[in-house]
C-alpha cells in the first residue's frame, strides 16, 4: 500500500512544474486589446452601436432571433423576470443550490420564490420536484445549467408546457453547452446570462438576454434602456406611453468596453470551450473507476456537453470511502497534488436570511413572501436533499497537457483509493456543511 503524503508519504506530484497556460484565464490576445483600446481612445464606453453589433453577433451564434445587452448578469435575470410577464404575488420556481442573481432579484418584484431540491447527479433543478412546487400562483420556472451541466430540458419543458409556465434559463454557466444536440439558452421563453470575466465566456461585466419573441426584446429594451425605449426600436403595442424612460427605474446599459471585448472574446470562443472539454474530459477519463468521487459529466453520446465546465465538480459519495469526512479528503488531495478542491459549491439559498427573514422595502413582511398567498417558506423544509449534498471542485483545466492532468488526476486517485489510511486523521472542520453564498472565483480582491 502506497503511504499518503499527508502521512509523510512522496507526493504524486512533488517537484512538478506545473505550466501557467494550464490554468490561465481569461484569455486574450493583441485583438481583445485593440479592440477595448479603440473604444477607450474614441470614447464611447457610454455610446451603443459595439453594443448593437455585439448582440447581432450574439444572437447569430446562440441561434435566437434577438438579443439585449446589460450591465450584468443579475439584471439580465431581473429583466428576463420582467419581462415574461412576472409580476406581484406569482411564484417562481428556482433551484435553491445555484448562485443568488438566479432569483434574489425576484423579490423585487413580489415575486416569491419557491425552491426545489436539485438532482444529485447532475446539481441541476430536479424533475421529480417540480410537481411539489406547483401552486395555482405558480408562473415560470428559473432553469440553471449548473457549473456546466446541461438541466433535464425535456422534463422541464414537458411540464412546464403542461401547466403553462415560463421558461427563463439562467446559462451563466454553460455558454455554448449542447443538450442532446440542441444549444442551451434555446430553451426557455427567455435565456439569461452573466458574461463577467471569470465565466467561460469572460466578457469583463456584462449580461444578456436572449429570445425569439419580439414583445420580450421590447420588454427588455424598455425596462433597462432609456436611450433605446423609443418608436425605432419599440414595436410592442401600447408602450409609447413610457417611451424615454427606463421602466425599471434602472440604467443597464452595457458598458462598450466589456461590448467590444465580447466581440472578439466570441469569434474564439467554441474554441476555447472545445479545449477545456478536451481537457477535463480527459482528466475524467483517468479517474474512471475511482471510488467516492463521481463526475459532474454528461452523458456525450446523446449530443449534450458541459460547456466552458465552469467551476469543475464532483459529487462526494463519502460511503465509498468508509465515511471518510470530505475535509479530510481534501487535505490529502492537496498533499499529493498541491491543490485544495474548494469544497461545497454555493450553499443552499434558503437558508440565508435574505429569503427568510429581510424586508427590503418596509412592507411588515419579508421581501419573499410580501405579495404571496402562501407562506412559500413553509416549503423549504423538503430541501434537505440537496443540504445534504457533498462536492467539490477539480482543477480548472483550461488547456489539453495530458501528462500533467494524468498526475492531477493520479494524486485524486491515490487518496481515494487509500481512504483507509485516513479513517483516523482529525480535522477540525470535520462535519462542516460547506460552500459559498457566491462563486469563490474571486480569490483575491483586487
Ligand atoms: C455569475 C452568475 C450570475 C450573475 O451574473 P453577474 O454578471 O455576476 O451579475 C447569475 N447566475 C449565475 C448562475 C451565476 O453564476
Redesign the pocket.
Known amino acids: 500500500m502506497e503511504k499518503l503524503a499527508i502521512l509523510g508519504g512522496k507526493p504524486v506530484m512533488e517537484g512538478v512544474n506545473v505550466p501557467e497556460e494550464l490554468f490561465k484565464w481569461p484569455l486574450f490576445e493583441k485583438v481583445d486589446e485593440d479592440a477595448v483600446l479603440e473604444v477607450f481612445h474614441d470614447n464611447t464606453m457610454s455610446g451603443n452601436l459595439i453594443t448593437r453589433k455585439f448582440e447581432e453577433e450574439f444572437a447569430a451564434w446562440q441561434g435566437r432571433k434577438y438579443a439585449v445587452a446589460c450591465c450584468?448578469?443579475?439584471?439580465?435575470?431581473q429583466t428576463a423576470m420582467w419581462a415574461v410577464g412576472l409580476k406581484a404575488g406569482d411564484e417562481i420556481i428556482c433551484p435553491t443550490k445555484?448562485?443568488?442573481?438566479?432569483c434574489l432579484s425576484a423579490q423585487n418584484l413580489g415575486v416569491s420564490v419557491v425552491f426545489a431540491n436539485v438532482d444529485k447527479n447532475t446539481l441541476c433543478i430536479d424533475p421529480d420536484d417540480l410537481e411539489r412546487c406547483l401552486s395555482p400562483w405558480t408562473k415560470a420556472i428559473m432553469v440553471?445549467h449548473?457549473y456546466g451541466h446541461p438541466a433535464d430540458m425535456d422534463r422541464i419543458m414537458a411540464f412546464a408546457k403542461k401547466h403553462n409556465l415560463k421558461v427563463i434559463e439562467?446559462v451563466?454557466?454553460a455558454q455554448g453547452g449542447m443538450y442532446k444536440g440542441r444549444k442551451l439558452g434555446t430553451f426557455g421563453d427567455i435565456s439569461a446570462?452573466?458574461?463577467?470575466s471569470?465565466?467561460s465566456l469572460a466578457c469583463g461585466?456584462?449580461?444578456v438576454m436572449v429570445t425569439d419573441d419580439k414583445a420580450y426584446y421590447d420588454r427588455c429594451v424598455a425596462y433597462l434602456h432609456y436611450e433605446r425605449n423609443n418608436e425605432d426600436n419599440i414595436t410592442t403595442e401600447g408602450m409609447e406611453e413610457y417611451f424615454h424612460m427606463p421602466l425599471s427605474g434602472m440604467k443597464g446599459r452595457a458598458n462598450q468596453l466589456c461590448t467590444a471585448y465580447a466581440r472578439t472574446q466570441l469569434k474564439t470562443y467554441d474554441a476555447k470551450i472545445a479545449e477545456i472539454q478536451k481537457a477535463i474530459n480527459y482528466f475524467w477519463d483517468c479517474m474512471e473507476g475511482v471510488p467516492g468521487i463521481q463526475a459532474h459529466r454528461v452523458d456525450r453520446s446523446e449530443g449534450s456537453t458541459m460547456a466552458g465546465w465552469?467551476i469543475p465538480h464532483f459529487i462526494y459519495n463519502k460511503e465509498e470511502l468508509g465515511g471518510l469526512d470530505i475535509h479530510v479528503f481534501a487535505d490529502a488531495v492537496k498533499a499529493e497534488t498541491g491543490y485544495y478542491p474548494g469544497l461545497g459549491g454555493n450553499l443552499p439559498l434558503h437558508i440565508h436570511p435574505v429569503f427568510q427573514t429581510l424586508d427590503l422595502i418596509g412592507l411588515g413582511k419579508p421581501s419573499r413572501i410580501a405579495f404571496a398567498h402562501r407562506d412559500v417558506r413553509e416549503l423549504d423544509k423538503a430541501l434537505a436533499p440537496t443540504e445534504a449534498i457533498e462536492c467539490a471542485e477539480i482543477p480548472y483545466f483550461r488547456k489539453y497537457i495530458p501528462e500533467v492532468i494524468k498526475m492531477y488526476a493520479d494524486g485524486f486517485r491515490k487518496v481515494a483509493e487509500n481512504y483507509q489510511q485516513l479513517l483516523d486523521v482529525q480535522n477540525d472542520a470535520e462535519g462542516k456543511v460547506e460552500g459559498q453564498w457566491y462563486?469563490k472565483v474571486n480569490k483575491t480582491d483586487k
Not at 450584468?72 to 435575470?77: D, E, P
Not at 445555484?98 to 438566479?102: E, L, P, Q, V
Not at 446570462?193 to 463577467?196: A, D, G, P, W
Open positions: 450584468n448578469g443579475t439584471m439580465s435575470l445555484t448562485y443568488w442573481a438566479s440553471v449548473y439562467d451563466s454557466h446570462m452573466s458574461l463577467m471569470m465565466k461585466e456584462l449580461g465552469y462563486g
